[in-house]
């Protein structure tokens, strides 16, 4: 059975950069380069602050220890901290208008945008230098549009596939039935097919007034396929998410929970739905490191169609952990490493299994016409739990797989994309009906509203 792939839209926001000025005894502040990250690792950081804790706790009034200590406590995370230090400076002198920016800034990272525009207003009000205040007028901007509580995007992508073996025929020529191998027929032969696709993906976003910004997240999608010889196929794909992120600063995460409602047609049949419980935990081990864990359980239904009466036998539920780690090598150029655990429970035992999947993504920024590189690698082990009688009763079923795959993708307009790759998979088999191999090329324009 062919798989379906699906899409997935994913929006990210950008936070425009600030500059500031050097000096803490000026009250009119002067911009320069914000303050660079820690060169040392997180534990001879974490010492500093301590030591600066002490000095402060033995003068609590020092300017110099307490900004010190402000900074290397927002460079590290610690929001409250630095916030509080920062507090302490203003009460012995509410005239260190670099000190407030210092603090709008911290609470724009925690979301706090009321007690971040107060503040810029306070050291606006002033008339400081026009470079600050053009810095503070893009602050202001930055945060109209992140009080924003609704926020709708979407994209529209039209796609072609071509494949060498559509049908995945068994690389041997041959198939069991029974236990006992035959020649496949014709019908059965490998095929070389085409494709075009369509999809049309739709997300809200609504944004609570916690200053922590935590959302509410709702995403639609609709995918079809069309082939051009093997209509049985064709797929249509309806899908529904919806669900919460919470955002903790103090632990730099996030946690998400969602259920996902997905109907699947094929031959424009019904053939299976799904109804898929998530959560997922982000965690910013370091600026250039992340770390994902996420598990999901699904219920599944499948339809029998006019030409089989054996979906049904698919009916059952699965449970999935996927954890990945992504690693920032460079502004244009990030490594992922993912694994993956799925268990598939279904009426018939024969259907039942046990995945385990490698896979590494790279993505880079090449240096020739604002071209985007997407490699990757995916090997996986499938064990079944039981023979198939109708294939083989004496052997249970043991797949590997290797897919290898590149996309390039370059942008025509600020909203519109066009991506082009090549996929090579790879699957033997203990069961010669299940080993193939495929070779995709696939084209795709996408539009970002």
């Keep these: 059975m062919k798989q379906v792939a699906f899409l997935c839209l994913s929006v ?3 936070c425009a950069a600030q500059a500031q000025e050097a000096a803490v005894s000026k009250t009119v502040p002067v911009p320069v380069e914000a303050p660079k990250k820690p060169t040392d690792n997180r534990e001879q950081q974490l010492a500093k602050l301590e030591v600066l804790f002490q000095k402060i706790k033995e003068n609590p009034e020092s300017l110099d220890a307490n900004f010190a200590y402000a900074q290397l406590a927002g460079q590290l995370g610690k929001y409250d901290e630095a916030l509080a230090s920062y507090e302490r400076m203003l009460i012995s002198r509410p005239d260190l208008h670099r000190v407030k920016l210092d603090m709008a800034l911290i609470y724009m990272k925690i979301n706090n945008f009321t007690d971040s525009e107060k503040l810029l207003r306070e050291v606006l009000a002033i008339n400081p230098p026009e470079a600050v205040q053009d810095n503070i007028q893009k602050m202001l901007a930055e945060i109209g549009t992140r009080k924003q509580r609704h926020f709708f995007s979407g994209s529209l992508t039209f796609g072609w596939n071509e494949d060498s073996n559509g049908n995945a025929s068994p690389a041997s020529g041959n198939q069991d039935s029974g236990g006992v191998s035959f020649p496949i027929t014709a019908s059965g032969s490998k095929t070389e097919d085409q494709h075009v696709f369509e999809a049309l993906a739709l997300r809200h976003s609504y944004r609570f007034s916690d ?104 009916n059952g539920e699965a449970w999935e952990f996927k954890t990945n780690a992504t690693f920032a090598y460079s502004p244009k150029t990030t490594f992922t490493l993912g694994y993956t655990n799925h268990h598939e429970q279904t009426t018939a035992q024969y259907y039942s299994y046990v995945s385990d999947a490698l896979d590494f993504k790279t993505l880079h920024q090449l240096p020739w016409y604002n071209l985007s590189a997407v490699g990757g690698l995916t090997l996986t082990h499938t064990k079944y739990r039981a023979p198939d009688a109708s294939v083989n009763p004496t052997k249970t079923r043991d797949d590997n797989s290797l897919s290898l795959s590149l996309n390039l993708s370059k942008p025509l307009t600020p909203t519109i994309t066009i991506s082009g790759g090549y996929t090579y998979k790879e699957t033997t088999s203990n069961i010669q009906n299940y080993a193939y191999e495929n070779e995709r090329w696939s084209m795709s324009l996408t539009k970002r509203f």
């Design 211 to 314: 200053p922590r910004g935590h959302t509410w997240q709702t995403e639609g999608l609709y995918y079809r396929t069309k082939q051009s010889l093997l209509s049985n196929l064709d797929v249509t794909l309806k899908s529904i998410k919806t669900g919460s992120v919470w955002v903790i600063p103090t632990w730099r995460s996030r946690l998400g929970v969602s259920v996902q409602y997905t109907d699947t047609n094929l031959a424009r049949a019904d053939y299976q739905q799904t109804w898929r419980k998530q959560a997922q935990w982000t965690y910013a081990m370091h600026p250039k490191l992340q770390l994902q864990f996420t598990g999901s359980h699904d219920l599944k239904r499948h339809h029998n169609s006019a030409s089989s009466s054996l979906y049904t036998l698919r």
């Design 12 to 14: 990210s926001l950008a």
